[in-house]
């Protein structure tokens, strides 16, 4: 039997209808040598519609390990998941493979389906014949706390 690329249809509760709206400054910041503020207020944003596209398809996860640190995902990064997505060969995903929860890059050649880590540390995990992967959703973002 051939290995296939399945998509869980776990559901996950709504999120509240009242987003928090703060301001958003039209001047960047610079890393490098700082410039003067700019006191100019370019609109409110809220994080929420910002990073979630289908509100009801999106759940949070945190990361664990560091497979994925070269695509800037470090234990403890909040990960944000659309479960409505499908996955295409390139995205980042969550998956279970062989009863195991698992944060990696899909990809899709020459009829395989690999997993692969972003850490030259992590081997690829080539799905096998007969074995299914479960995608759960499509990392579409992650939020960092410095503090």
Partial sequence: MPSTLQQ???QQPAMGSQPIRAPLFSHSVTAGFPSPADDYIQGRLSLDE??????DATFFVRAKGSSMVGAGIFEGDLLVVDKSLTPS???I???VIDGELTVKR???RNGAVILKP???LFEEIELKDGQELQVWGVVT???KKFI
């Fill in 8 to 10: 869980n249809s776990i």
């Fill in 118 to 120: 972003e850490n030259p």
């Fill in 141 to 143: 973002a992650t939020v």
């Fill in 93 to 95: 995903v969550i998956a």
């Fill in 50 to 55: 910002h990073l979630i596209r289908h509100k």
């Fill in 89 to 91: 060969s390139g995205d």
């Fill in 106 to 108: 899909l990809i899709q």
